[in-house]
């Protein structure tokens, strides 16, 4: 993954919610919010709106648990924020442990393949996209939350098409 995720996950709310509490690690508190927009395309995606890409997932977790049994390690686990009063589990150590997996051993099949000379049936990601839901409900009996996004990664930066930074809506 690039440096960038956690900077364009943030960019999409920053500046309706400057300060919510989140800091950068080394400034502090975000003072003068900033958005860059950018223009991509998903090309190969890993798409965890799609069923298909959730179960290809399932299964490189699984393949993980053994591989971590073997080794005598534990998994890592996703953890509530210490201030979320929603239980969410937004620190998502074992997802990222697993979506990380899974580009390795992706990458190990492509290198293998190389070196057999032959075909592989495996290509490299682009990108991923998922949608989150945090915050509560929304209202009463809700299943809509307060904070779902959607958030994409952008593994490959040919995706990247252009950037500009975004106008004010004209009156």
Known sequence: MIGWDMDFMFGNTILKEPNNGLKTKKKGKIKNPAVVGVVFQLDHCLDFTDSEYIDLLSSY????KKDFIKTGQELPKNKNFSKDENNDLIIRELDCAVIEYLHQKIEEDINNSIKEKIPSKMKSFDTVRG???????????????KKNHIQVCIRNLNCIKGFFIPRNNIT
């Not at 977790?61 to 993980?64: D, G, K």
């Not at 949608?131 to 939350?145: C, V």
Request: overall charge negative; hydrophobic content about 35%; proline content about 5%.
């Open 131 to 145: 949608i989150f839901t945090e915050g509560g409900p929304a209202f009463e009996g809700a299943g809509i939350q």
């Open 61 to 64: 977790y699984e393949q993980m």
